[in-house]
């Protein structure tokens, strides 16, 4: 953040002025010792009266000032006041002195020299001629020709409502931030009542960050480069050490970044400087973007983060979101190049940038975009994903159904996505995903039908892939796991899922669960449990014993993904979320304990009709956990005591153990694993896909 000239030398008067212009008192006027300004003109750009003018006039716009320097004949050291300029049409230039400034001094004591104007980037000397001057105000004559001296790197920006805390080793001290540039900051700071600035070693790093409104906005490792003017205060000029970041973890496979045509470009209120920001896109991708910046107007850094940025399509559609600035690269021929991270956006608006950006690679593709019905349940049939017995089970409802439906496909909730393969309005490939748990989402209803010999089942599946690889990094997602069930006698998903689930070989990465399903009728539901046999709400206590058990006869990820176990007092629920989208979502655990001892628990789950169409997510999941000690008939009855709580004549049943189904000889219907996919573990998965099937994702 040093003043140099074009010649490499620094002029002390330059220095000093941009010392006297950092400091916020009024009073006293600063005394200027040093007279060898004139001689920075030697290399000076020369400004033109007309330009000159309109400098006056934007800073009287923006409520500035400028400074008056005045020199006493019978001493060597010259003042530096504070005025403000009235509008200006060209030739003389009224200003009045900046909040009484002049009140102490006896200004007919004084001789004015000139004015001088600090523009953040350079200084400007202005030999005006002095008209006339009283207390209250002043008139001069402006030149034909001002000259723009001590040109600086990068220009400087003045903040307002930035609160600055430094920290190293200890010490630890707090106040604002002054001004900033790419290069480094200028800081106020005062020392906690238990450090001392004695403590701070000039020599060593410290640790900076920036906060407004209770956000932080900046965070991130600095050199000391000098200090400001002593005062009660610290003054403490910064550079940040750090040219880039690593904000996520490196993938392998990673979304490709495109170049638009027209290019979309950025909007935001910089968080520092509280101005309006506009910059065009260079490329991007649903995990951030790029920008070039100008030489002279560079306001990004980073490890900068910008809380509320819109991303325009050629101002036909906005898409919104939170970012960070997380490197920035030298050019020579466009200035500086900058990576930024989406850190958040809301799920429609990514579904959005999706939709934009795969549109772009494959015009057939479409990501939750408004599905014509028809269409849809002509696909659904067609491929026998609604086969007889499915649709024997919801015919007498089919209204209610087709209105789900509808509000799924057309209205775009949040809690639902669908992706799909269509060529002149007909579909011939689609898979979903719906939130089915506060932190996990479940993949569905994949079917795919032949379509010029494409295959349209990997091409809605790599889809899905590509929408996930980005979208579980964003909080607003609630994604922590991905799950699928299907039928192991399926070729297709025990490839896809369970080849990776087992070459993985780690359930914390990726699990399968073997489950049992079966219809449960009401025929015991005024059968009692026998004595000492009891059924209630699960505590905390049955969740951990449950957890004690399902660790050693699994180790995967089933209970993580019920969430049985997370409680978030700051997150809207799910229930009420599909309250709110008018749809119904809602799950109870229970717990069946002999004389203590937990034997089950039993998930009820709830949703509106055919929201899966196999009813996954309305029916109950039967947890074994002391098979030995449990018999059928008992756990026949506890079942039955919750199938009341649906409005259905059978009643879907998971069962966990599959082992206890076979050993007790209950008739089942059919078997579903259950996988689950720890979405931090999803780069190795798109690895799997691409190595197995040759799934490209360029």
């Known amino acids: 953040m040093e003043t140099k000239r074009s010649t490499g030398i620094v002029p002390k008067d330059v220095e000093l002025i941009r010392k006297i212009s950092e400091d916020r008192s009024e009073l006293p006027p600063w005394l200027f010792k040093h007279q060898d300004l004139e001689e920075a003109l030697e290399d000076a750009q020369t400004i033109d009266q007309k330009d000159l003018t309109n400098i006056c006039n934007h800073i009287h716009f923006t409520d500035g000032y400028l400074y008056v320097h005045l020199r006493h004949p019978r001493y060597e050291e010259g003042i530096l006041l504070k005025a403000c300029p009235e509008p200006c049409l060209g030739v003389e230039l009224t200003c009045r002195w900046y909040q009484k400034s002049s009140s102490v001094l006896l200004l007919d004591n004084y001789r004015f020299l000139h004015l001088l104007i600090d523009d953040g980037r350079s200084l400007i000397l202005v030999p005006a001629t002095m008209k006339s001057m009283d207390n209250e105000s002043f008139t001069v004559q402006l030149p034909n020709k001002s000259y723009s001296v001590g040109q600086r790197q990068a220009k400087r920006y003045p903040c307002h409502g930035v609160i600055a805390e430094l920290m190293q080793n200890g010490f630890q001290a707090r106040g604002e931030l002054l001004d900033f540039n790419q290069v480094g900051f200028r800081i106020n700071v005062s020392p906690d009542p238990n450090s001392s600035f004695r403590w701070l070693n000039s020599d060593e790093l410290v640790q900076i960050h920036l906060r407004r409104d209770q956000r932080i906005i900046f965070s991130g490792a600095c050199k000391y480069l000098r200090k400001g003017r002593p005062q009660h205060d610290k003054e403490i000029v910064l550079a940040s050490v750090n040219k880039g970041i690593k904000r996520f973890k490196k993938k392998r496979a990673r979304n490709l970044r495109q170049r638009l045509v027209p290019s979309p470009s950025l909007h935001f209120e910089h968080p520092l400087l509280k ?144 992706f799909t393969y269509q060529k002149s309005g007909r579909i011939y490939g689609h898979i979903s995903m719906i939130r089915a748990y506060e932190r996990a989402w479940m993949m569905h209803h994949h079917a795919a039908r032949a379509a010029e010999s494409r295959r349209t089942g990997f091409i809605v599946l790599k889809q899905l892939m590509h929408y996930l690889n980005d979208l579980h990094r964003l909080p607003s997602s609630k994604m922590d796991y991905a799950i699928s069930y299907f039928r192991p006698e399926n070729k297709f998903p025990d490839r896809v899922f369970g080849g990776f689930a087992r070459g993985l070989n780690n359930p914390r990465g990726c699990s399968m669960d073997l489950f049992a399903y079966l219809s449960h009728t009401s025929l015991s539901l005024g059968a009692q449990l026998p004595e000492m046999w009891s059924l209630k709400r699960s505590s905390a206590l049955d969740i951990w014993d449950f957890k004690r058990f399902y660790e050693q006869s699994s180790g995967g990820l089933l209970l993580d993904a019920l969430g049985l176990e997370q409680k978030n007092d700051h997150d809207e629920s799910l229930e009420n979320v599909y309250g709110r989208l008018g749809f119904l979502r809602k799950w109870r655990a229970y717990s069946l304990v002999n004389k203590g001892e937990l034997n089950a628990l039993l998930i009820v789950n709830q949703s509106d009709l055919g929201i899966n ?86």
């Open 275 to 418: 101005k309006k920001v506009q910059l065009e896109v260079y490329d991007i991708s649903t995990s951030g973007f790029c920008v070039y910046e100008a030489e002279d107007m560079k306001v990004l850094m980073p490890g900068m983060i910008i809380p509320e940025l819109t991303i325009s399509f050629s101002g036909a559609l906005k898409i919104e979101c939170a970012a960070q600035v997380i490197y920035r690269l030298d050019d020579d021929e466009r200035g500086g190049r900058y990576g930024l991270a989406i850190l958040d956006m809301d799920i429609n608006a990514y579904s959005r940038l999706t939709q934009i950006l795969t549109n772009t690679l494959e015009p057939h593709a479409y990501v939750s975009s408004e599905v014509d019905m028809e269409a849809l349940w002509e696909f659904f049939f067609e491929t026998g994903f609604i086969y007889p017995k499915k649709y024997r089970l919801i015919q007498s409802k089919r209204d209610i159904f087709k209105e789900t439906y509808r509000k799924l496909y057309q209205e775009n909730p949040e809690i639902a996505k669908h």
């Open 613 to 698: 169409l196999s009813d996954l997510l309305s029916g109950i999941k039967v947890l074994v956990t002391n098979p030995d000690e449990l018999p059928w008939n008992i756990l026949s009855i506890a079942i039955s005591k919750l199938t009341g709580e649906y409005n259905m004549n059978r009643v879907p049943v998971l069962f966990y153990p599959f082992k206890y189904v076979l050993d007790n000889e209950i008739p089942y219907e059919k078997q579903y694993q259950m996988w689950i996919l720890n979405v931090e573990y999803g780069n190795e998965y798109m690895e799997y896909m691409r190595k197995r099937f040759r799934v490209g994702y360029k």
